[in-house]
């Protein structure tokens, strides 16, 4: 009889089904780990077809992308509130071994939890001041600072790792 595998919480403020290299690194995660995907839910039905082993819970209103950029400040407010509640429901019920948090708005979400971080960004905002007035600008600065706390930090070009670790003052090679 085989051991049961770890668990591990995947947060994703996105729809991961665009996001090819997103499902190539789940499907590859799964085969050590028992994988809970929380992601940003829209208007699109599932695109893909996520390997045995993977839950995915889709977080938020099902509306196009256009019209959640269309909303209000307290419409983003409200649905990123929703998020972060689910992924904490997430982390208190899979007591995950280790978290994978994509981009700036999952690692904010997952702020203080229990288990290691690997804090995956793939892309990356122009470094300096940002909108103190948007909940994106709140979560740019929470990110910058909480970044240096997770126990592994993912970009997918070395130039932009080093430039962005010395924007934040993270000493890590």
Request: glycine share 4%; hydrophobic share 45%.
């Amino acid at each position: 009889m085989t051991e049961p595998k770890p668990p591990l919480l995947v947060v994703f403020y996105a729809n991961p089904d665009r996001f090819p290299p997103t499902y190539s690194a789940v499907t590859l995660l799964r085969e050590r780990f028992r994988v809970r995907l929380v992601c940003r839910a829209n208007d699109e039905a599932p695109s893909v077809t996520w390997p045995e082993g993977v839950r995915i819970d889709r977080v938020g209103p099902r509306v196009s992308d256009e019209q959640k950029r269309a909303g209000s400040a307290a419409a983003k407010l409200r649905e990123y509130a929703a998020f972060v509640a689910a992924v904490r429901r997430s982390l208190r019920a899979e007591r995950p071994r280790l978290v994978y948090a994509y981009e700036p708005h999952a690692l904010v979400a997952v702020a203080g939890c229990a288990a290691p971080v690997v804090y995956h960004r793939h892309d990356m905002e122009d470094l300096g001041a940002v909108d103190r007035r948007s909940l994106q600008g709140w979560v740019m600065i929470a990110a910058r600072r909480l970044g240096k706390s997770a126990a592994l930090l993912v970009m997918p070009e070395r130039h932009r790792a080093v430039s962005y670790q010395a924007f934040v003052g993270d000493p890590r090679p």
